[in-house]
């Protein structure tokens, strides 16, 4: 698995497993044991999934070292606020059995921010985490939160894949030096981009499946991935993506299928009611 630096200089695994949507109490933990067993060693999750136990126990039962492992977890909005996220992240910790956390994001852009954001920062302070980083994070937002913000963000989690390739925030995150990741990466299973024709015909040339081509150029983008499977074959390929590389030409044919459109709008004022009405605990 090759590794991405981060502005903190900690390495991250370029792509990871995505178990969001997957229940807890079984099913998560035998996806996580099954991409461990496959070759992942980065597990995404978050609070809002409802799943960190499953990946907690997952994580022990493979025998694999803690330290080998990178886990990204996530403060749901219910949690916002300086001393509620300082609660949520000890439910984060406490869920997954671990005594530090790799990667911690502030899932969604609602509510007390800054103060959940700040309780992070003293949370990196005291060894719990060890990077911080931001989801869901358009430009417009990025603009009315950075100046709150000690602590400079390592990633932001977002839509991102051909179709959506984000390239005005991409522009800014790189000026900041905040690497991008990817959820979404294979479009969610969208028909049109697994069938399109550049990424089939790329995939015959190099005898990989549509998959591996997408998850290949996103990780020469430099953007972390994060693909979801059930299905073990597909799951140990997203992985098997380091094995041939996409030149120039065919780097720009994919930027070429760029719609700039997305599925999910954070700034949407009806999205930011629905999830801040979701909670996930009393
Ligand atoms: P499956 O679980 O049957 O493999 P995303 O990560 O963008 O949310 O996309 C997940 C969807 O993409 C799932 O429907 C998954 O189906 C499918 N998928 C995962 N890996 C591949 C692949 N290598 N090629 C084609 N489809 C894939």
Known sequence: ??????????????????????????????????????????????????????????????????????????????????????????????????????????????GDYLGAWKALEEAVAKGKIRSIGISNITVNLWNKFKDGMNLMPVVNQVEFNPFTQQKELRKVMAENDIRLEAWYPLGHGNKDLLENKIIVDLAEKYNKNVGQIILRWIYQEGVVSLPKSTNPERMKGNIDIFDFALNDDEMKAIEGLDTGKASHNPEDPAVEQRLMGMKIHE
């Open 1 to 110: 698995m090759e590794n991405f630096t981060l502005n903190n200089n900690t390495t991250i695994p370029a792509v990871g497993f995505g178990v969001f949507q997957i229940p807890n109490d079984g099913p998560t933990y035998d996806a996580t044991l099954a991409a461990l067993k496959a070759g992942y060693r980065h597990i995404d999750t978050a609070a809002g999934y409802m799943n960190e136990s499953d990946v907690g126990k997952a994580i022990v039962d493979s025998g694999i070292e803690r330290s080998e492992i990178f886990i990204t977890s996530k403060l749901w909005v219910q949690d916002h606020g300086y001393e509620n996220a300082k609660i949520g992240i000890e439910n984060s910790l406490r869920l997954l059995g671990v005594d530090y956390i790799d990667l911690y994001l502030l899932h969604q852009p609602y």
